[in-house]
């Protein structure tokens, strides 16, 4: 079923994750390639030693091929028309098109399109090149994740009898966090008003509440408590290459209610005046017009209609959680922040609530959403201000007296 069925359904009973994440097929087609032994084999049967086994032959096999296309330079007299004609009947934008002209390599399926367009073959138009990558440590330890996850599902939910899989996962997660510091967040307040009202509400928003992009991106006007100053989290909006916009539920199926600062609802009243003044204007191509440029899931993005996303394009439309990684960096470097991503802001929510020693780590993982109180304590090592120095006069002073 669509993943924008788990809203509708009661699947919060087996918290399984996976139906909420793009890569969990992916790895399941790597494990079946790379051990099938492990893939046939029944569950019941499967040792530690075999899911140790499992993850030394992902690492020894993991290599990452990815493909990128060139444009000729002979190609370029194949183009006759504007970039915006030649795109009318293809599943590529005038932008991208134009991105590979001047020289940018694009994906295969890209110069496939642009090569239909130009009305030549791809291996006229393009020159193709292969890149190998080996895993990175992150990805690694989420196949560990992944496969033990499954076992330990079979295991609760099948009766099976090998040992629990409470493994630790190779390279595991680095000790400190990236989370933006004091002056940075002073810097990136300072900015903000050289931004648009949505890019301002992202960014406050981001911040202020600690979600998920996806998590953002599924808000709307009614989970806000402007009077409580509380935000309603239970849904997330994901974009999936089957299926399209989804709306489905959070990562951890959870359902939470964030407590926000009262200035941050007061810049969301501000954006919510703008909002509507954009809707007004819009008059009746609110949510019935959809930009070209998000014609690849037309029909996804009409079944979302009727719901009022706090984050939206300029007919009503919310936007994709993928773009959200180029404004949050754009303003960033703007603002001479360098490589601010959406998740860093996350972890600087975290790690403010962690710094109050007054806030308790159940509540913490509460208000963040994570399953448990452990996960806080095994990712969030980092205290938002640093207090080495704190440390070492408090030793100076007990110690040595000075």
């Given amino acids: 079923m669509a993943p924008s069925a788990r809203l509708r359904g009661n699947f919060d009973s087996r918290k399984n994750k996976a139906n909420t994440t793009r890569n969990k097929e992916n790895y399941l087609k ?29 690492e020894e096999d993991g290599t990452k091929v990815q493909e990128k296309a060139f444009l000729r330079p002979e190609a370029k007299a194949f183009k006759r028309k504007s970039f915006n004609k030649l795109t009318v009947d293809c599943d590529v934008t005038a932008y991208t098109m134009a991105e590979a002209f001047r020289g940018k390599n694009v994906t295969r399926h890209s110069a496939e399109e642009i090569s239909k ?38 295991s609760d939910h099948y009766g099976t009898v090998q040992p629990a899989f409470a493994l630790p996962e190779k390279r595991s997660r680095p000790r400190f966090v990236d989370c933006l510091h004091e002056d ?93 003044c954009q809707r007004k204007l819009m008059g009746a191509s609110w949510q019935t017009s959809i930009e070209k440029k998000r014609c690849k899931y037309p029909d ?58 007054d806030i308790g780590v159940a509540t913490v993982a509460a208000e963040a959403g994570h399953a448990q109180p452990s996960t806080t304590l095994m990712i969030y090592t980092q205290q938002y201000k640093k207090r080495q120095e704190s440390i070492r006069n408090q030793l100076s002073r007990e110690l040595y007296g000075t």
Wanted: with cysteine.
């Fill in 30 to 58: 790597r494990i079946v390639s790379v051990a099938p032994w492990f893939a046939e084999k029944p569950v019941s049967q499967i040792t530690k030693v075999d899911y140790k086994k499992l993850i030394d032959e992902i």
């Fill in 117 to 154: 367009a130009l009305g030549v073959g791809v291996d006229q138009a393009f020159r193709f090149e292969s890149t190998e990558t080996a895993l990175a440590g992150k990805t690694l330890r989420e196949y560990a994740l992944f496969a033990r996850q499954v076992l330990q599902f079979a």
């Fill in 184 to 276: 940075e967040v002073k810097t990136l307040l300072n900015y903000l008003p050289n931004c648009n009202m949505t890019e301002q509400a992202i960014v406050l928003a981001l911040l202020n509440t600690g979600m998920r992009r996806g998590e953002l991106a599924g808000l709307t006007w009614e989970d806000l408590d402007f009077k409580q100053c509380t935000v309603h989290v239970y849904k997330s909006l994901l974009v999936f290459d089957t299926y399209g916009y989804q709306l489905t539920t959070t990562k951890e199926s959870n359902d939470r209610y964030i407590d926000v600062a009262p200035e941050f609802m007061e810049a969301m009243k501000k954006y919510y005046d703008f909002w509507k």
């Fill in 300 to 357: 996804s993005l009409r079944a979302l209609a009727g719901n009022n996303f706090v984050i939206s394009d300029d007919h009503g439309w919310p936007l994709s959680p993928d773009s959200y990684a180029s404004i949050v960096k754009r303003i960033g470097d703007k603002a001479g922040i360098r490589h601010l991503h959406p998740h860093m802001f996350r972890h600087t929510f975290v790690s403010i609530l962690m710094s109050n020693p």
